[in-house]
């Protein structure tokens, strides 16, 4: 099973979301992009609208091996405030399953306390929202099975990231030379 979620509010940030996706497609990791809302068609925060291919109620979860939460406001708020998708969060970390979040979203992990004693990072400005953390400045940190990265400057690295923690480092440093990352 490498089944990955990357979950859309309307406001998300375009580079977290879509280059995340991209780089999942390219490693050949089966990836759905998920609307929280009833709609399969999100705006994001610079009103570019994108068609997801599911919407969270078709989710199920038992087939999915990472959630990715992207940043972008008003887009984390509103992940925070679909319940559904917090549930699973929590679910998620209390039976170590992943969990990656970039740029305002690793904010939604810190309110619930899934960071205490954790390394983690996060849009700069936003730190004091990582309750219990251990603050980095690295572009991407892991810590157990939570990937937290800063935001759209780091969205490829962080991308780079998952393909690792799901199909290894060589393939994650094939498809890093692939796109000419430096």
């Known amino acids: 099973m490498s089944r990955v979620c990357v979950f859309f509010a309307t406001g998300y ?41 599911k919407t969270l109620r078709d989710v199920d ?3 999915v091996e990472m959630i990715v939460l992207p940043g972008g406001m008003p887009g984390t708020t509103n992940l925070e405030e679909t319940d559904k998708l917090m549930a699973q969060v929590d679910d998620f970390v209390a039976s170590e399953r992943w969990v990656a979040a970039i740029c305002a979203a690793p904010t939604i992990l810190g309110h619930r ?15 004091a929202e990582l309750t219990g953390a251990k603050i980095s400045y690295e572009k991407v940190c892991v810590d157990g099975h939570i990937i937290t990265s800063r935001g759209a400057g780091t969205a490829l690295a ?6 690792e923690v799901i199909k290894g480092q060589k393939q994650a440093e094939a498809l890093a030379e692939s796109i000419v990352y430096v």
Do not use: W
């Not at 992009?33 to 068609?51: A, E, K, Q």
């Not at 306390?113 to 730190?127: D, N, Q, T, V």
């Not at 962080?158 to 393909?163: M, R, T």
């Open 61 to 63: 979860f038992t087939q």
């Open 13 to 53: 940030e375009e580079m977290e979301a879509l280059s995340v996706v991209d780089l999942l497609v390219r490693a050949k990791i089966d990836v759905d992009m998920v609307s929280v809302t009833d709609s399969l068609s999100v705006t994001s925060s610079h009103g570019v609208r994108v068609m997801m291919n």
């Open 113 to 127: 306390g899934h960071l205490e004693g954790r390394e983690a990072c996060c849009y700069p400005g936003k730190e």
């Open 158 to 163: 962080f991308g780079l990231k998952i393909v």
